[in-house]
């Protein structure tokens, strides 16, 4: 009778023991399929912005009216957005210097482009509408946008802004801070830039 209750011991063990390992297996399996599949989907990216409209579509950009990325602006950035920095306002002796500070450009979900956004700043500080206290200031700087569907759609693909200072007030009913492509030019002109490097 012993040996009997030692055989069903011996058989219950090993069918746990059994049990335990098809467990361990398919928990192996399970992590397996899910690390190859996060895997082969991070793999799959997206186009990287500045593979898709970086410095070789400079000729694009004049046709278009964009200014074009100097050779000698640092590009950062991958993915859906990219940055191009002028050098000069990395640099610490001339970073508030008035000047054209950066590009950004933004892709779609397709990888197309987006939207490009040419900044500048006139190197003088003002109180804007963005400051929360009476004594902060913020860099006056203008933001011109070119939307690339609102020109494949046959509309104004321009929109401008400036963050503070003097022009930063409408008198026409519109938005604090919203200007034409017009006036963005013709207060980049005050500050002795042109919007365009060409």
């Known amino acids: 009778m012993a040996e009997v209750k030692e055989d069903d011991d011996a058989e219950g063990y090993n069918v746990e023991m059994e049990r335990n390992a098809m467990r361990i297996t398919g928990t192996v399996l399970c992590s397996m399929i899910l ?20 410095r070789a579509s400079n000729p694009d950009r004049k046709v278009r009216g964009l200014p074009v990325i100097p050779d000698t602006w640092v590009e950062r950035g991958g993915g859906y957005q990219a ?9 610490q002796r001339t970073t508030h210097d008035t000047m054209h500070t950066y590009k950004e450009l933004l892709l779609d979900k397709t990888g ?20 929360t206290h009476k004594d902060e200031k913020s860099w006056e700087e203008i933001s011109i946008t070119y939307d690339f569907q609102a020109a494949k759609d046959g509309k104004n693909p321009w929109r401008c802004s400036i963050c503070c200072g003097p022009h930063e007030k409408r008198p026409d009913g519109r938005p604090d801070g919203e200007l034409t492509l017009e006036e963005a030019e013709a207060i980049l002109k005050e500050w002795g830039l042109t919007r365009l490097n060409y």
């Open 35 to 54: 690390v190859t599949c996060v895997l082969l989907v991070g793999c799959k990216r997206g186009p990287r912005a500045e593979q898709v409209y970086g």
């Open 112 to 131: 197309n482009p987006r939207q490009e956004s040419d900044y500048y700043q006139s190197g003088k500080q003002y109180h804007g509408r963005f400051n």
């Open 83 to 91: 940055d191009w920095n002028n050098p000069a306002h990395a640099d």
